[in-house]
Structures are given as C-alpha cells and as structure tokens.
C-alpha cells in the first residue's frame, strides 16, 4: 500500500504541478486586484463626501453578501451577455479579486482607524499636506495593523482558489478531480492535493509572520 | 507675531472660547495658565489651525488663520504636544527631518546635519537612530522639541508640555525651553508649571471658563493677582493641601 502510494504519487504529481502553477496565478493575481480595490474602497470609505462613502459601504456590503460561487458564476457565464467575454482564468482572478476585496478594504479600513488622531495632528502641525500625511503616515501605520487579517485573507484566498474549479480553471483542485474520476484513486489523488495546499500556505503564512516581525521592530 | 482678536467657539451649546483677545510680539514668551477645560489648549489648536474658530480672527504675522492660509500659517509656527506625538514608525532622526524635508521640501542631507546639531542642542544626540519607543518620555519630548526647531519656525506653540513627564525628567526640558527663550524664540505655553511661568514668561494669561480673566506680566499676575478667580486658582495650585 505505501510503495503503490507513492508510485502513483510519483505518476500523478507532474499533472497535479501543472494545477498548482495555474493556483498560484488566480491566487497572486486575486491577491493582487484585491489589495488595489481593497485599497480603493476604504479609502472611498474615508471621503469628506458621503455619497462617495455610501458607494463604499454599498459596495462591500452588497459583495460581501454574495457567495463567491455565485460572482464567479456572473463574471464567467452573465457578462458575455453583456458583450465581456473572459476566458476561464481571467474571470476566475477578476471574480475572485473583486470578491476578496471587500476583505481586504475591512482589514484596511481596520488599519486607518488604528492610526492615532494625534499623529496626524502632529504631522499637520508640521505643514505637511493632506497627501503627505497619507503617505508617510496613515498607509505605514495601518499597513502594519492591517498585516495581521492581511496574512489570513490571503490564506482563504488561496484555499477559496479551489472555486475557480466550477468555473472550469484548471487549477489545482480541477487538475485533481479530473484525475480522480478518470484513475478511481480518489486517496492518492486528495491527499496529494491537501498535501500540496499544505505545501503553498504554511509558506505564506511563514512570509507574513516574518513580515510582521520585521514591521513590529520599528 | 500672532494676534488673537475676539475670538470664540462653541462645541454645540458648550462655549469653550468667548471673546478670547491676546497678542504675542515677537521675542515675547508668554504663559496661558488656569484649570483643566479652561479653554487653554483649544486657543493654542486654534492658532495654528488645528481647530477652527466660530468667531473673530487670529492673525499670524499678519496672516489671518483660515483654511486658505493654513500652509503658509503652519510654515511659521511650530507645535509641542502633550504626548509628544513622535511618529513610531520612524527614527528619532527621520522624526526631526520630515517636516524639513517633506512639508518645506529642503534637501535631505542638509536637513540631517541640521537635525543633528539640534539633537546635540537637545541632548539626544546618541538616540538619533533610535525609534521613539525606545525613549524615555523626557527623552521623547525633547525631541519633539528638535522636531519644532527644524521646521525654524517663527513662533512655537507648547501644549503641556512637561505634564506627561515623570517629576525628575520635567527639568531636562523645561531648562530647554528656558534657553530657547533666552534665545528670543516667541513661545506660548500651555503648562501648569508656575514656577518655570515666573521665571521664564514675559506674561502670563490666567483663563478660566473660556475667557481670560486676567492677563499681566508674569511675576506681578502669579505674586499679586487681582481677580478672585486667579487667586483660587493659585492658592490651589500652589498649595494643594
């Protein structure tokens, strides 16, 4: 049974590493539209004008509110109606991306609040402008706040990559399924895959703790 | 230097100013005394526009404080805070150098050198490359100090300065501030130090309520006050029991 095992291991886990080449792309470019959208509603959030902080608040609610099944489902099989046709891996990172950036804007919006008022009076005491106090201010201190949630948004993204599946994504989980059906060796084939989960999180989680210690020195 | 006419300012039905008028010459130290909620700090806020006032005008260098002028108002004067509001995320040297460089836009390095000799004047040199959480208040507070002579401004508001501090450090700044008037530096002060107010202040204001209720210069205002108010105020600063 284990020499088998690891036979068909050995068999299998060049397919399943083509999967996990295609994860690692919808999860890093999730990531990524997810930190710059996220970035965007909170600081919508923050506005002087309300309607452009209703907008954020509709925003992150109505998205939050939705299964990130059902998004990935619009963005892949109702936008073509509308004349925005995506192929598979496109609409799995924009459908992901959008849904984990109402996360992402929380975790954000978490950081802004953590920076002390008196700061920012400090800074505008010092002539420095509304921009400026943003930059050197506001982003480095709610950053390090917000690296924390940001390290476990970022894990259930990978996990939630897995979605991209229904949406015929050859990533990972698909690579597995197909594999199982076509192999009957549904052992073999699932804990490779929660090994090879395993395999990309626990890292992720290494580089954001390091991160965290690094910020939390200054 | 700074000119504050008939000023006031209610939060909602609170009025924390009324009718507040004082004027700062340049050179003039000059010590805004009297108890908590008198209204002391939100004069200070409202001279350098961190609050904004309902009623009457303050000027800076005959700049008239409002929302236009905030950048170039802010560009003469500098603030000391209670808490000292270091920023955490920055050494003691790049606290020093951010308005310098960031808000005046003068070159980093000299910036730097500047910054140094200002902590040397202090007496944190060594920490310079230290982060503010490292310091000892005093310690911090001198160089919030540092931090409002970089910016060279021509006036420098104090908020308390030396009431976050333990009893034995109070003195390492206070004697910085002595210099610095000795100096010439315009200097308000919000402090609770009567002592440092008799020595040091050209005048003191007592506020109570809002308003200043009596205004002279330092010595004759603390030794002999005329209003009963002052002389409650005093007796139960100065001898608590």
Known sequence: ?218 | MIEVSHVSKAFGANRVLRDVTFEVARGEVVCLIGPSGSGKSTVLRCINGLESHDGGAIRVDGLEVGPATLPQVRAKLAMVFQRFNLFPHRTVLENVIEGPVHAQRRPKAEAAAEARELLEKVGVAEKADAFPSSLSGGQQQRVGIARALAMKPDAILFDEPTSALDPERVGDVLRIMRDLAAEGMTMVIVTHEMGFAREVADRVLFMDGGEIVEAGPARELLSAPREPRTRTFLDRVLRPL
Do not use: C
Request: net charge positive.
């Open chain 1, 1 to 218: 049974m284990p020499e088998d095992f690891l036979v068909r291991a050995a068999e299998f886990l060049p397919i399943l590493l083509r999967g996990v080449v295609v994860t690692v792309q919808v999860t890093v470019g999730a990531l990524l539209l997810s930190i710059v959208l996220g970035l965007v509603w909170a600081l919508m959030g923050r506005s002087r004008l309300k309607p452009v902080r209703i907008v954020s608040r509709t925003v992150v609610n109505v998205v939050r509110g939705v299964p990130i099944i059902v998004q990935l489902f619009y963005v892949y099989f109702v936008l073509p109606e509308f004349g925005l046709s995506l192929d598979a891996l496109a609409a799995g990172i924009i459908g992901l991306g959008v849904a984990y950036s109402v996360y992402q804007a929380e975790n954000f919006r978490a950081g802004f609040d953590s920076v002390d008022p008196a700061l920012v009076e400090a800074a505008k005491s010092l002539g420095m402008s509304e921009r400026k106090i943003l930059q050197r201010l506001m982003m480095p201190l709610a950053i390090r706040t917000a690296l924390p949630p940001f390290g476990n948004t970022s894990i259930m993204l990978l996990k939630d990559s897995s979605i991209a599946s229904t949406i015929t994504v050859a990533e990972l989980t698909r690579a597995g399924q197909l594999l199982a059906v076509s192999t009957f060796q549904n052992m073999t084939v699932y804990t490779l895959i929660a090994v090879l989960y395993l395999a990309m999180s626990l890292p992720l989680t290494l580089a954001v703790h390091q991160l965290e210690r690094r910020m939390a020195r200054r």
